[in-house]
């Protein structure tokens, strides 16, 4: 019973209700909780879990390049894995207040290596039929679907920020991302040092594509130091509860 009352709650492991969607808040969270706690008695850090769900992702991009609906299976199984993993690690960080930024760097990382392998796998696999055009096909579907994995990333971190304040988002500025660069050393934080440069370069991107909030974050910066202010966070949140209402009487 004291080990029981001793574990932290599943919701003390999410960012928040409000930006998760429904399969993670019913089947991804609860798995990943539960490989939370696993491997925190274990004493694995999150980013080792980041790490294995890379490895297991390619895995099931590879089981998708056989024409063989066994094979086909084991790799949706493994995507599955890889994605409770995904799930684990962000909630291992928050149970234990191990959050880095590697580790959010690399669980942006790993996504994007699975679907490479995933797309190309398809790619391989339909080459005898489709020639190049399954790979120009790819290569304008992958170009999209990064942007909108990209975006769909930083809003959902706006949106935390305009919900918790500062504190409780990761929103990143390509700004001060660049001013941590400058203090790295290649010789002595090489490996962070790397993933920087693509962070950044990520981040830069996502700036790029919302030219509007990041006139409003120059305010913010500007003038609150970075902080939302209670009065806009308010008004934020007063005017999400009256849409949610709107969503839940049409939808519901």
């Known amino acids: 019973m004291k080990e029981q009352a001793k574990k932290p709650s ?19 969270r ?64 928050r149970m234990t207040g191990q959050s880095s930024p590697l580790g959010r760097i690399l669980d942006g990382f790993c996504g994007d290596l699975w679907f490479i392998s995933i797309y190309a796998a398809i790619c391989f696999r339909l080459t005898p039929e489709w020639g190049i055009r399954i790979w120009i096909l790819a ?26 304040g500062k504190s409780g988002s990761e ?25 920087e440069t693509f962070y950044i370069n990520y981040t830069v991107g996502q700036e790029q594509l919302s030219p509007k909030f990041q006139q409003l974050m120059h305010i913010i910066r500007e003038k609150y130091h970075g902080e939302v202010p209670e009065w806009f966070r308010k008004a934020f949140r007063e005017k999400k509860s009256a849409i949610d209402e709107i969503y839940e009487y049409a939808f519901f």
Not at 139 to 164: C, E, I, P, W
Not at 173 to 195: A, C, G, H, P, R
């Open 139 to 164: 290569a304008v579907t992958g170009f999209f679907h990064s942007k909108q994995a990209a975006m769909a990333d930083y809003y959902r971190n706006v949106h935390l920020l305009f919900l918790k």
């Open 10 to 28: 599943i919701e003390s492991t999410l960012k928040s209700l409000d930006t998760e969607e429904f399969i993670d808040i019913h089947f991804y």
């Open 30 to 93: 609860p798995i990943g909780y539960y490989w939370a706690l696993f491997f925190h008695k274990l004493e694995v850090s999150p980013n080792a879990i980041t790490i294995a769900s890379i490895f297991i992702g390619i895995a099931a991009g590879i089981c998708f390049y056989f024409q063989d609906l066994t094979i086909n299976i084991l790799g949706m199984l493994l995507l599955i894995w890889a994605n409770s993993y995904d799930s684990a690690d962000g909630q291992l960080a």
């Open 171 to 195: 929103l990143s500025n390509s700004v001060t991302l660049k001013e941590n660069y400058k203090t790295l050393s290649w010789k002595k934080d090489f490996i962070y040092k790397l993933f």
